[in-house]
């Protein structure tokens, strides 16, 4: 039955967060905001509520190794798989992607978090200086994107039907927000039920099983991406969630701590999310394509550190 629990929980959060931001873009759109501000908000957070009501309900529960892992886990996913699959689908084109200055700020957030974590626990103050750059990154983001107005952005709302009445916007983003926390209660019950019967430790559940579960939205993403041969999206995606989920989703959690940070993330999990994430920089500066035989590589090396998790 936890097993199930946590796949219920698991279709609840992606149901629930995918009809979330239909919901608010819909609405943002019908009040006439633009696609770009739309795009850098309410669909960034949108797509990250399942991560952070798991994490902030975790915290709350005191389970920190859960809402630490989800986080770590998540980004390490991130690359390795969410990038490594849709490269043995369909060699990602990265010759053409303008995501240097994206994956600076990435690995300087990381970096940033990692040194936050030295100083756990994590309280409030930690959340506003997180919470503080990612501010900044969005503002930044927001200055530059205006330079080439708003028509890319909008590419990323076509599948939203501003047209649609204002009662089906509004039941969206109630039901969006009523299956969120159901689906992260679900799924955090399932997830202790499984780390006891097991005997291993909520931080290993939630460096695995849930990190991959909740970066399944940027997964699909990614694949379609790849194979409409649009190398930028892609590792846009990777790239701008991995920034999320550490300001936003760490930021918010530490108002709601403090969150311990156990010692087996300090020696081992943080170096190696910095050390996945340095893996993309060859590939954004000088190798052209991220193709099958780079991407068997990146599952192989997930599987592998799974396996040291577990």
């Given amino acids: 039955m936890d097993i199930v629990w946590v796949l219920a929980g698991l279709v609840l959060l992606v149901v629930g967060g995918d009809v979330l931001v239909k919901g608010a873009v819909g609405l943002s759109l019908k009040l006439g905001i633009p696609a770009l501000i739309v795009s850098l908000t309410i669909v960034a957070f949108g797509t990250s509520a ?20 989800n986080v770590v886990g998540s980004n390490i996913a991130n690359v390795l798989l969410v990038l ?8 990602i084109a990265t010759r053409d992607c303008e995501s240097g200055r994206s994956f600076v700020i990435m690995m300087a957030v990381m970096v940033l978090f990692t040194v936050l974590c030295f100083l756990a626990p994590l309280v409030w103050w930690h959340g506003l200086v997180l919470l503080g750059v990612l501010a900044l990154v969005i503002g930044e983001n927001m200055w530059s994107a205006k330079k080439s107005r708003d028509a890319d952005m909008a590419e990323e709302l076509d599948e939203v039907d501003p047209h649609l009445p204002g009662w089906k916007l509004g039941l969206l983003i109630v039901a969006g927000i009523v299956a969120l926390p159901i689906g992260a209660s679900l799924l955090i019950e399932g997830a202790k039920g499984i780390a006891t019967a097991a005997g291993i430790s909520d931080a290993a559940i939630g460096l695995t099983l849930v990190a ?18 649009q190398a930028d999206v892609a590792m846009g995606n990777v790239i701008g969630s991995n920034i999320f989920n550490i300001g936003a ?3 918010v959690t530490s108002f709601f701590g403090p969150v311990a940070v156990d010692q087996s ?12 994430g340095l893996l993309l920089a060859p590939f954004i500066c000088k190798i052209p394509v991220l193709g099958r035989v780079s991407g068997a590589l990146f599952v192989l090396l997930y599987a592998g550190y799974t396996w040291t998790v577990l």
């Fill in 50 to 69: 399942p991560e952070l009501l798991i994490s902030v309900k975790s915290a709350l529960e005191g389970l920190p190794g859960l809402a630490i892992g």
């Fill in 84 to 91: 490594g699959i849709p490269a043995l689908i369909a060699p």
């Fill in 212 to 229: 991959v579960g909740t970066s399944l939205p940027e997964l699909a993403t990614s694949v379609m991406a790849a194979i409409r041969r």
């Fill in 249 to 251: 989703i760490m930021g």
């Fill in 265 to 276: 993330f300090l020696d081992y999990d943080l170096w190696v999310m910095l050390a996945v």
